[in-house]
C-alpha cells in the first residue's frame, strides 16, 4: 500500500477547522505528545490518548515522513508526592515504577515506542533556563522562591482555548495565593517544604511547576517550532494555553503548526474519571480481553468524539478482532501447500504486473481508497474495518472454498496469487493501524481463546467435556439437550461449530440470560 495521493487533513484546535497537514520542513515531522503522571496505574483515557497518536505516527510513517515522535513522563509532581506519602515510598521511585507499569501497558496495546521518552527529573537544567528567559523577558516573577507567569503580559492568553482572562480565575479548587498580580497567574516554579523532593536554582530549593516542563522539553527536543502538539482534550485548558503563553513569552517566533487532542472516554455516558471512581485500568481490561481487541475498541470511534465504554462494545471488538486473525490463519494454511516460488507478492522486475482476478483487483483498489480516504480525513478510523475491510475478508473466505474444489492448474494459481495479493493489503492495513501482532496468527487465536476461558469461568476441558456430552446427546438424538449445551456455552461466550464429524469451538459474543446445563436442573 503506497502513501496515499489524497491531501491529509488534520482538525487544527487552533483554528477550530480542519486544515491540509503541511510539515514545517517537507518530508520531515517534529510531534510532542504529553504523557501520563506517574503514581498510578494508566487507565483507559490514558490507553486512548496513547493509542490515537500513535495510529498517527504510524499514518505518518506510511505516507513517508520521518517522524521525531516526542512523549512525556511527569514524574515530579503535587500527585506523586501524596502518593507517595501514602504509601511510605520515594516519590521518584514511585513514578519510576508507574512508568514501567506504563511502558508494559503501551507494549501490550502495540504502540510504537516514540523517538523520545523525557522524564522531567531529568530535564530540570532545561526547565531553568527556560524559566529564566522567561523571567528576563518580563513575563515572570519570583516571590519567596516562587515564580509566577504574569498572564496580563501575554495579550494572547486564550487563544486555544477561548478562556478570557477575567474568566480565568484561581479559586474556584485552591486558595487564591495574595502575592500574585493576577489570581491567574500561574506556578513557573514552586519553593521547597519539608519532605518534598527538590532541586538547586537561581530562586532557591524547588522544583517546577506542572505546565513548564512540556514547554521546556518540546523545546529541547524539537526547538520553539514543531508540527504537532497532542493530548487529551482535557489539557486544551489550563496547560496547552499555558505551555503557549510559556514558550511564546521565551520565544516569540514559537509556533506549534497544528494542535490535536483526543475526546474523552467515557462509562455508560459519564466521564470516566478517579474522583468518581467509574474508571478501569489498562491492566485490569487486558487481564480479562486481548489487548488487540481493546486497541480496537479504542480506534471504533473518531478519535476526537467522545468513546463510550460497555462491555459488549469490548465484546464485539474481541470477536471482530478474532474472525480477522481465524481469515488469516485459515489462507496461511491453505496457501502454505503451495510452492513459495509460485506465490509472488507486488510485481517482479520486468514491472509486469502479478495477475490476479478482476474480482481480487476491484476488492484491493476499494480497500486501498476506502482506507485512504477515511484516513486522510482527521483519522477517521470509525469503521474503517467495516465496508471494503469486511468485503476483502469475505473474499479470502469464499476463494479459499473455491480452492478446496478441483480446477485447472493455471485457474489454480491465479485464485492462489489473489489470495496472496488480498492478504497482503489486509495486512498492511492492519499494521497501518497497530492491529498486526508480531504473533503468528495461530498463537493470537489461541491468546484469544485464553481470554475468552477466563471470562467465562472455565478451563478448556470443561469445554471439551460439553462437546463430548453433545457429542453423546446428538448421537442418542437427544436434540433438545444437545441444542440447550450449545445455548449454555454461547451464554459464556463460547461458540460450538460442527465441522463434519469434529466439533470445534471458538469465543463468540455472549448471547441472551444464562440457561442451566440439563444436570443442574
Known amino acids: 500500500m503506497a502513501g496515499s495521493k489524497e491531501e491529509f487533513m488534520v482538525y487544527n484546535s487552533m483554528s477550530r477547522q480542519k486544515e491540509i497537514f503541511k510539515p514545517k520542513v517537507p518530508g520531515k515531522v517534529g510531534m510532542y505528545v504529553c504523557g501520563v503522571t506517574a503514581y498510578a496505574l494508566s487507565h483507559l483515557g490514558h490507553a486512548r490518548a496513547a493509542v490515537n497518536f500513535d495510529v498517527l ?108 482572562l477575567e474568566h480565568n480565575r484561581a479559586g474556584e479548587r485552591v486558595a487564591v495565593d495574595s502575592r500574585k498580580r493576577n489570581p491567574a497567574d500561574f506556578a513557573l516554579w514552586k519553593s521547597a517544604k519539608p519532605g518534598e523532593p527538590s532541586w538547586d536554582s537561581p530562586w532557591g530549593p524547588g522544583r517546577p511547576g506542572w505546565h513548564i516542563e512540556c514547554s521546556a522539553m518540546s523545546a529541547h527536543y524539537l526547538t520553539f517550532n514543531f508540527d504537532i502538539h497532542g493530548g487529551g482534550i482535557d489539557l486544551i485548558f489550563p496547560h496547552h494555553e499555558n505551555e503557549i503563553a510559556q514558550s511564546c513569552a521565551a520565544c516569540q517566533e514559537s509556533s506549534v503548526s497544528y494542535w490535536m487532542h483526543n475526546g474523552h472516554v467515557t462509562n455508560n455516558n459519564e466521564k470516566m474519571s478517579k474522583s468518581l471512581g467509574n474508571f478501569f485500568t489498562i491492566s485490569e481490561i487486558t487481564e480479562r480481553y486481548h489487548p488487540l481487541a481493546l486497541r480496537h475498541f479504542l480506534i471504533s470511534a473518531h478519535y476526537r468524539s467522545p468513546l463510550n465504554y460497555t462491555v459488549s462494545q469490548l465484546e464485539g471488538s474481541s470477536d471482530a478482532v478474532y474472525y480477522i486473525y481465524q481469515t488469516l490463519q485459515d489462507s496461511e494454511d491453505a496457501l502454505s501447500p503451495f510452492q513459495e516460488g509460485s506465490l509472488k507478492e507486488g510485481t517482479e522486475k520486468n514491472d509486469r504486473t502479478v495477475k490476479i482476478t478482476p474480482a481480487a483487483q476491484e476488492c484491493i483498489s476499494k480497500l486501498h481508497n476506502e482506507f485512504e480516504t477515511k484516513m486522510c480525513d482527521d483519522l477517521n478510523t470509525a469503521h474503517i474495518l467495516t465496508g ?88 442418542n438424538k437427544d436434540f433438545a439437550k444437545s441444542d440447550q449445551i450449545r445455548a449454555y456455552l454461547t451464554t459464556k461466550g463460547i461458540a460450538l461449530m460442527d465441522l463434519g464429524k469434529e466439533t470445534i469451538w471458538r469465543p463468540c459474543v455472549p448471547a441472551g440470560e444464562q440457561p442451566s446445563l440439563p444436570n443442574e436442573q
Not at 515522535?69 to 520515594?90: C, L, P, Q, S
Not at 499494521?431 to 496468527?441: E, K, M, Q, V
Open 57 to 164: 505516527y504510524r499514518y505518518l510513517q506510511h505516507l513517508g515522513y520521518e517522524v521525531t515522535y516526542v512523549r512525556n513522563f511527569t514524574d515530579v509532581d503535587d500527585k506523586i508526592i501524596n502518593r507517595a506519602n501514602e504509601v511510605g515510598e520515594d516519590p521518584l521511585s514511585l513514578s519510576n515504577r508507574f512508568c514501567q507499569e506504563y511502558l508494559k501497558d503501551m507494549g501490550d496495546l502495540q504502540c510504537l515506542i516514540p523517538t523520545h521518552q523525557p522524564r522531567v527529573s531529568d530535564h530540570m537544567e532545561h526547565i531553568k533556563d527556560l524559566i529564566t528567559q522567561i523571567i528576563n523577558k518580563d513575563y515572570a516573577y519570583a516571590v519567596d522562591g516562587d515564580v509566577f507567569f504574569a498572564v496580563e503580559k501575554f495579550p494572547n492568553y486564550g487563544q486555544l482555548s477561548g478562556q478570557r
Open 388 to 475: 471494503a475491510f469486511q468485503d476483502a475478508l469475505k473474499l479470502i473466505n469464499s476463494s479459499l472454498n473455491l480452492l478446496k474444489k478441483k480446477q485447472q492448474r493455471q485457474q489454480q494459481l491465479l485464485m492462489i496469487q489473489s489470495l496472496v495479493e488480498i492478504k497482503k493489503e489486509v495486512k498492511e492495513l492492519l499494521n497501518i493501524l497497530g492491529l498486526l501482532s508480531s504473533d503468528t496468527y495461530s498463537e493470537v487465536l489461541q491468546q484469544f481463546k485464553v481470554k475468552a476461558l477466563k471470562r467465562a469461568g472455565l478451563v478448556e476441558d470443561d469445554v471439551l467435556d460439553q462437546i463430548k456430552e453433545r457429542t453423546l446427546a446428538r448421537k
